[in-house]
């Protein structure tokens, strides 16, 4: 086993890109100060794909709120918490993205969930009249968490760092 240079993750020894950020490794060991550079090879070697780039994980990380949704549950914290549990090890910003996204999810489900039971806790002494401003706040909540999610997916796309409004920091990276 060696080091890639470019990631620092671990490369096994007959391995010719690395398998984390598919640099290509060094196959001989480096010569000594003095000795007769080794010939180039004739034509580069293909670089290796590995699947999703560190920007890519991060707009998914954000995204994947909105999976909950598709089969009807307001859980939207689920996602991301697998995401993060799956992915948080391929990278500073796609560790620091995962953890964004799912403290964004975990503090606004408590949002709605403190409104939903204020309204409700309203509504029994004015006969059902604190309902109304307690949907439409409710409504309001969920047209801002969508359109902030939206935003730090199209910001993570750009290879930028969003950090959410209104968030509490619940799990650290």
């Known amino acids: 086993m060696s080091t890639c240079h470019a990631c ?3 490369v096994p020894a007959d391995a010719h890109f ?10 001989e060991p480096t010569q000594p100060l003095g000795a007769e550079p080794s010939p180039a090879p004739a034509t580069p070697a ?8 560190e920007h890519s994980w991060a707009v998914l990380a954000h995204l994947s709120a909105l999976a909950p949704l598709i089969v009807g549950l307001p859980l939207t ?16 910003q796609v560790r620091h993205q995962a953890t964004e996204a799912l403290n964004f999810n975990i503090s606004w489900f408590v949002w709605g969930v403190v409104l939903l039971l204020a309204g409700l806790a309203l509504s029994v ?7 109304l401003p307690g949907l439409m706040l409710l409504a ?3 047209i801002a968490w ?10 993570a796309a750009g290879g930028e760092t969003y950090r959410y409004p209104l968030t509490l920091r619940l799990v650290v990276d």
Do not use: H, K, N
């Not at 690395?18 to 196959?27: G, L, N």
């Open 77 to 92: 914290f689920l996602g991301p918490l697998v995401l993060w549990l799956l992915i948080r090890d391929r990278g500073a």
């Open 146 to 155: 969508l359109t902030l999610v939206i935003i730090a997916a199209v910001r």
């Open 8 to 10: 620092t993750s671990e």
């Open 46 to 53: 293909p670089r290796a794909r590995t699947g999703l780039s």
């Open 125 to 131: 002494p004015t006969l059902g009249l604190a309902m």
């Open 18 to 27: 690395c398998p984390q950020c598919a640099t290509p490794v060094a196959s």
């Open 140 to 142: 309001a909540l969920a």
